[in-house]
């Protein structure tokens, strides 16, 4: 029976290289839950190109909308804080949405720094053609519904704690 050892021979001196120090695995890429959080992220970035296609929406668009079927008009700051998005990048978003005619925005009345926006009837038509889109993403990763819905729980939790740690230290 043969052994082998977890060394590894470094190709620059030809010796082998110590044995690994734990807290070195810890840093390894494939041990980062934060990677493995952004990788599955653009993995659906390219998923949402492909199901999105005939909707003529982009991903960021279509959680736009998302927010808009659900909640119907509202501020474009509390849009953002559904979306976790600043004004910086949500305000070319949401021009782009209202020169496709989805959305319009308006300044409010009462101040002159808030817009509101809305769905135009396009807009709130284009929810029957994205009706499908939901599942097709579930589909596409391989898990079933209930599988699904615990991984979506689980990483809203983590949300919620990386938020809180993030307050404290605030």
Do not use: N
């Amino acid at each position: 029976m043969s052994h082998q050892s977890d060394r590894t021979t470094d190709p620059t001196t030809g010796g082998t290289d110590p044995e690994p120090h734990p807290a070195d695995e810890l840093l390894r890429l494939d041990r980062q839950l934060c990677f493995s959080l952004h990788a599955a992220s653009r993995a659906f970035d390219g998923l949402y190109r492909r199901v999105l296609s005939d909707t003529g929406l982009t991903y960021p668009q279509y959680l736009a909308m998302l927010v808009l079927w659900e909640h119907g008009e509202m501020p474009v700051k509390r849009l953002g804080e559904f979306l976790r998005l600043d004004s910086g990048t949500l305000s070319p978003l949401l021009k782009r949405m209202q020169t496709a005619g989805l959305v319009q925005r308006e300044r409010s009345a009462h101040d002159e720094r808030s817009v509101t926006v809305r769905l135009t009837a396009e807009g709130a038509a284009l929810k029957e053609r994205a009706q499908g889109v939901p599942l097709k993403a579930i589909e596409a990763s391989g898990l079933g519904l209930a599988e699904a819905v615990d991984l979506q729980a689980r990483v809203q939790r983590l949300t919620a704690a990386l938020d809180a740690a993030l307050a404290e230290e605030a």
